[in-house]
């Protein structure tokens, strides 16, 4: 959930329940108001009483005009109040309501409904009348329930309308301050999102505490990081390099050693067949055997010095070393798969580390292709321009679906680890309806310039 309207809704909850418990008590204090009004109207008009008949004790008033409410009629001001004297005898002397009953009242049904639930609506008080210890009559005070209830509505409709516009007047405040409060968190996963290809970008300065003490950790990691990959970066390129130099050295050592050496066996082995041909006829078989091994054995180191260090690539440059590569492998696929190179773009432009990577990625590529995947077509295409280089390995084989699963072999991992280490991207793909796109994307500036 939006963190936002998550903090919105809680807020408008604790609202809602505010509002309840202070309308619930609005209402309870209308009738508790009420109560309190018509207990004073019954004392008011109970003392009004007793006095009418201390007045008749003394002789100044009359015992027939007992109960007399026009006293209480002038000066009273609760509307729709009805007052009731019953005497001792049970005979009604006297009954009157003071004002208009106010039929015009407009509340919801539904609320007078719940509040004749909730309360006792039109509770009458009852006051006994008495003088000098003898009890006269029972005074009734009933209120108009009405217009308790219509006193009710308006006491809390007026509350409810005052505070609907106060909990959305709030919740639009808290939702501003929380939107712009929260901005700055867009913006991290923005950043976050950036940095995992611009190492160098780091997080702006943010106006809270809490988001710059955030920003500042992220931009200390982001910051090791990049001092991490760029050491790891170096130490690879140095790894590469040295791995490189031990494989020309090694190359070199064949040709000049170990292929001279067979080169001179195979001229041995040759002049002791002429010599046995002359003077030991059956010594021609053995001699020609020797040959054959030489032969074999000369065959294996030129395809051990072309794995090692291609002549080509330092002699004739990446072009021709591809073209020497794919011609290989055409020759000894014997028509099961072809092989296709196409290069778009000056390979003079490289420098020798980025030539000497991008030999090594397509020399994989093709052993993968040739070992797994079945494939009858296979395209190498090398792209460069001037600030970059893309080579491409696609293939028709029976691969459908990745990734591939774990431990399947070292070559791909070899291929990542190298374009990792020069700032690069590796991209693979399917091609429909089946087969493999592999897509390497180096920096000319970043190989030739390791980052320190």
């Given amino acids: 959930m939006n963190l936002q309207f998550h903090l919105l809704s809680r807020i408008t909850v604790v609202a809602l329940i505010c509002l309840l418990a202070t309308a619930s008590y609005v209402l309870y204090h209308s009738d508790k108001q009420f109560g309190q009004s018509t207990q004073i109207i019954a004392d008011s008009l109970g003392k009004q009483l007793e006095m009418q008949l201390f007045r008749i004790n003394a002789g100044v008033g009359q015992i027939k005009q007992f109960p007399d409410f026009d006293l209480w009629k002038q000066t009273g001001n609760a509307a729709g109040v009805c007052v009731r004297f019953i005497a001792t005898d049970g005979v009604v002397q006297r009954n009157l309501c003071n004002g208009p009953q106010a039929d015009d009242l407009n509340y919801p049904d539904a609320f007078e409904t719940f509040y004749r639930w909730l309360f006792t609506a039109g509770f009458e008080k009852t006051r006994a009348i008495a003088f000098n210890g003898q009890v006269y009559g029972t005074l009734t005070v009933t209120p108009s329930a009405e217009m308790e209830i219509a006193q009710a509505w308006e006491n809390?409709?007026?509350?409810?309308?005052?505070?609907?516009?106060?909990?959305?007047?709030?919740?639009?405040?808290?939702?501003?301050?929380?939107?712009?409060?929260?901005?700055?968190?867009?913006?991290?996963?923005?950043?976050?999102?950036?940095?995992?290809?611009?190492?160098?970008?780091?997080?702006?300065?943010?106006?809270?505490?809490?988001?710059?003490?955030?920003?500042?950790?992220?931009?200390?990691?982001?910051?090791?990081?990049?001092?991490?990959?760029?050491?790891?970066?170096?130490?690879?390129?140095?790894?590469?390099?040295?791995?490189?130099?031990?494989?020309?050295?090694?190359?070199?050592?064949?040709?000049?050693?170990?292929?001279?050496?067979?080169?001179?066996?195979?001229?041995?082995?040759?002049?002791?067949?002429?010599?046995?041909?002359?003077?030991?006829?059956?010594?021609?078989?053995?001699?020609?055997?020797?040959?054959?091994?030489?032969?074999?054995?000369?065959?294996?180191?030129?395809?051990?010095?072309?794995?090692?260090?291609?002549?080509?690539?330092?002699?004739?440059?990446?072009?021709?070393?591809?073209?020497?590569?794919?011609?290989?492998?055409?020759?000894?696929?014997?028509?099961?798969?072809?092989?296709?190179?196409?290069?778009?773009?000056?390979?003079?432009?490289?420098?020798?580390?980025?030539m000497i990577t991008l030999f090594r990625i397509a020399q994989e590529c093709l052993t993968n292709i040739a070992k797994h995947s079945a494939a009858q077509n296979a395209i190498i295409t090398l792209a460069i321009t001037e600030n970059a280089v893309t080579l491409t390995v696609e293939d028709d084989g029976c691969v459908t679906d990745l990734p591939f699963p774990e431990g399947s072999g070292i070559g791909l991992l070899g291929i990542r680890e190298r374009v990792t280490a020069l700032a690069g991207r590796l991209t693979l793909a399917i091609v429909q309806p089946h087969g493999l796109k592999a897509e390497v994307w180096l920096p000319i500036i970043s190989i030739a310039e390791p980052q320190t």
Avoid at 191 to 219: D, S, V
Avoid at 269 to 276: N, P
Avoid at 296 to 306: A, E, I, Y
Avoid at 308 to 324: I, T
């Fill in 156 to 354: 809390i409709s007026g509350l409810l309308g005052l505070s609907t516009m106060t909990v959305l007047a709030v919740s639009l405040l808290i939702f501003l301050s929380v939107n712009r409060a929260l901005r700055p968190a867009g913006i991290i996963v923005a950043g976050l999102e950036r940095m995992e290809t611009a190492h160098a970008y780091r997080l702006p300065p943010f106006e809270l505490i809490e988001w710059q003490r955030t920003a500042k950790a992220i931009n200390q990691l982001a910051a090791s990081q990049q001092q991490l990959l760029a050491e790891r970066q170096k130490l690879t390129i140095k790894l590469m390099n040295l791995q490189e130099e031990e494989r020309r050295i090694l190359a070199l050592e064949l040709h000049d050693e170990f292929g001279q050496c067979l080169a001179a066996i195979n001229a041995v082995a040759a002049s002791i067949a002429q010599t046995a041909k002359q003077q030991c006829p059956d010594l021609m078989g053995d001699a020609d055997h020797i040959s054959r091994i030489t032969q074999h054995m000369l065959d294996n180191v030129r395809d051990l010095l072309l794995r090692l260090r291609p002549a080509e690539l330092d002699e004739l440059g990446l072009a021709a070393s591809l073209n020497s590569l794919v011609s290989g492998w055409n020759t000894r696929s014997g028509g099961k798969c072809h092989y296709q190179l196409n290069i778009v773009g000056d390979c003079v432009l490289l420098s020798e580390p980025l």
